[in-house]
Nanobody, 124 residues
């Protein structure tokens, strides 16, 4: 069992930056690939980015590529989402997720554990 807790959300002006953190419980954090997803009001949950177990491979949605960076610190059982050049369309609840057998990182159904989400609001 893995429990995930996101933090770092808040209100930021367009063009600003935020860093989200996702702290995981348990001793096997390094065996899980980690993903970030977001859900805006009235929209479906969408993929943002992911990182492999070792941190050596990352992938991103086209909408955030070049602006967002996913990283992880396995010693701290934490994954991060650095968000730069934020836009109003980035406003959403952001979720982290963990999966031990991720084949397609963009597919939310592959992740076994989810956090409760943290709100990010970008004002224009």
């Amino acid at each position: 069992q893995v429990q995930l807790v996101e933090s770092g959300g808040g209100l930021v002006q367009a063009g600003g930056s935020l860093r989200l953190s996702c702290a995981a419980s348990g001793r096997t954090f390094s065996s899980y690939a980690m993903g970030w997803f977001r859900q805006a009001p009235g929209k479906e949950r969408e993929f943002v980015g992911s990182i492999s177990q070792s941190g050596g491979y990352t992938t991103y949605a086209d909408s955030v590529k070049g602006r967002f960076t996913v990283s992880r610190d396995n010693a701290k059982n934490t994954v991060y989402l650095q968000m730069n050049s934020l836009k109003s369309e980035d406003t959403a609840v952001y979720f982290c997720a963990a999966g031990s057998l991720i084949v397609i990182p963009r597919r939310s159904s592959g992740y076994q554990y989810w956090g409760q989400g943290t709100q990010v609001t970008v004002s224009s």
